[in-house]
């Protein structure tokens, strides 16, 4: 089970947001970089990055930041990128820069032409990101639910041949509540390519609910808040994580 930091880029900064709201942003680093590099000493096996302008603004807008992130991580570890990804240009200088997996979200629900596209032309460097509240899928920096089925949704993009999934319960995330376990398991049981879990991860008490379903598919858990805040000791919940995987 890898447990995947966050990185959350605004105007250059490594932010955290409360419920994908812009104007909830608390700062936890003016160098994202430095950060990056924290916590690969601190364990970690992948780094996840979202530029938050780039997806309200529906292309890259930290690129000066993320291209920071990738010379201070160079090839140690992968680095998956999503947020204002929407054509393959830029997936193409995204992949180029150094980035491993470019994730796709409102994109691939809107366009999944686009998607498969993708799919077809980088394959093996395709993740979906899926946002979802009572298994309906939101889009639009979570400002619009959908009629959509996270499952079915995910089905499709499964045969499209994506790399994997990543889902977060739009209820949960940045709040501190909890992983919805059974949400994250339910869509796991239903596909044959993994799950990155993410929204909610409170403690190393999420940590060990993830790591006992993590057969059905489950191969990560993608935590923010509660590793800035230290309400989780990220190196501490890698080392159980993997003792528990080890069983």
Not at 64 to 78: Q, R
Not at 162 to 187: C, F, H, P, Q
């Amino acid at each position: 089970m890898l447990l995947i930091p966050a990185i959350d880029l605004k105007d250059g900064h490594c932010v955290r947001l409360k419920q994908g709201a812009m104007d909830d942003a608390t700062v936890f680093s003016e160098n994202p970089a430095a950060m990056a590099r924290h916590w690969i000493a601190q364990g970690a096996r992948r780094l996840h990055l979202v530029d938050l302008n780039g997806a309200f603004a529906g292309k890259p807008k930290n690129e000066a930041a993320i291209k920071a992130i990738l010379d201070e991580v160079g090839d140690e570890i992968p680095v998956q990128l999503g947020g204002g990804i929407r054509d393959l240009d830029t997936i193409e200088r995204c992949l180029d820069d150094g980035i491993s997996y470019v994730i796709i979200g409102t994109a691939a629900v809107k366009n999944p032409g686009f998607l498969h596209d993708a799919c077809t032309a980088f394959p093996g460097h395709i993740i979906v990101g899926l946002d979802a509240k009572d298994g309906k899928v939101a889009v639009d920096g979570w400002s619009k639910m959908t009629g959509h089925d996270v499952i079915d949704l995910a089905r499709k993009f499964e045969d499209y041949g994506v790399e994997a999934i990543v889902y977060t319960d739009i209820g949960r995330d940045g709040m501190m509540s909890g992983v919805n376990v059974e949400a994250t398991v339910k869509l796991a049981q239903a596909l044959r390519i993994p799950i990155i879990a993410s929204g909610g991860i409170a403690s190393i008490k999420d940590v060990t609910a993830l790591c006992a379903v993590q057969d059905e598919g489950i191969m990560g858990a993608i935590t923010g808040r509660a590793i800035y805040e230290g309400k989780l000791e990220f190196g501490k919940a890698q080392a159980e994580a993997d003792k528990l995987s080890a069983r």
